[in-house]
C-alpha cells in the first residue's frame, strides 16, 4: 500500500527536529477530540489510527510542523486566529500563536459533504 519511493518535498525536509513550534492544548480539548474521533458516525469507517490518543498524538505533530509557506502565514492572520483543520474524519479547531505555535481549543465533527 505504501510507496516507498515516496517523499515529502524539499522546504519540507529542510525543518529539521528541534525546529517544531510548541503546541498547547487548552482545558477540555483533548478530551473534546477523543469524544469526535469515538462519535458514532465512526460506523464503517476505517482508520489508519488505532485509537483517539493516537489522534491526539497526530494533532500535536502536524500543528507543531507548520509547514505553511510564508505567504500563507501573512495570509492568515496574526495571534488569535481561528482556523480548523481535519483529520482521520475529525475536525480540529485551534488558534495560531503566531512565530509561538498554536493552540489546540476543540473539535467537533465535519459537516457531511453534499452530493449533487
Request: charge should be neutral.
Amino acid at each position: 500500500e505504501a510507496l516507498p519511493s515516496a517523499r515529502a518535498p524539499e522546504w519540507v525536509d529542510r525543518a529539521l527536529p528541534g525546529e517544531e513550534a510548541p503546541v498547547r492544548w487548552v482545558e477540555g480539548a483533548k478530551q473534546s477530540v477523543e469524544a469526535a474521533w469515538s462519535a458514532p458516525r465512526r460506523k464503517g469507517r476505517a482508520s489508519l489510527l488505532s485509537g483517539p490518543a493516537a489522534l491526539c498524538t497526530l494533532v500535536e505533530q502536524v500543528l507543531a510542523r507548520d509547514i505553511r509557506s510564508a505567504y500563507r502565514r501573512r495570509v492568515d492572520g496574526a495571534d488569535g486566529a481561528q482556523h480548523s483543520l481535519v483529520l482521520d474524519g475529525v475536525r480540529i479547531e485551534y488558534e495560531l500563536l503566531g512565530e509561538h505555535g498554536a493552540s489546540i481549543v476543540g473539535a467537533a465533527q465535519p459537516s457531511p459533504v453534499k452530493e449533487h
